[in-house]
């Protein structure tokens, strides 16, 4: 069985990978992002670079993967971030 590594490997992954491809990384305080006027658990941007989320929002593990992998879809050229 393959072991699960802690969220803390994780976020250290997110934050190397927006730094190498020239992403702004936001950890904010509190419950809500705001972005736009609209407040979110988080969100990703491909102009500006920006992957941000809330970490005391009660689902910010999930907030952040699902951002991640809108970071990995540009990285990977798929088609609706062109």
């Not at 009660?58 to 991640?68: G, M, V």
Request: charged share 25%; with cysteine.
């Amino acid at each position: 069985m393959k072991k699960i590594k802690p969220f803390s490997e994780f976020l250290k992954v997110v934050k190397a990978d927006c730094k190498k491809h020239g992403y702004r990384f936001l950890q904010c305080k509190g419950k809500y992002v705001t972005t736009m006027g609209t407040k979110t658990s988080g969100y990703f941007c491909d102009n500006p670079r920006v992957l941000a989320y809330a970490k005391d929002s009660p689902d910010h593990k999930l907030t952040l993967a699902h951002e991640y992998c809108h970071l990995t879809q540009v990285l990977d050229g798929f088609a609706l971030w062109k």
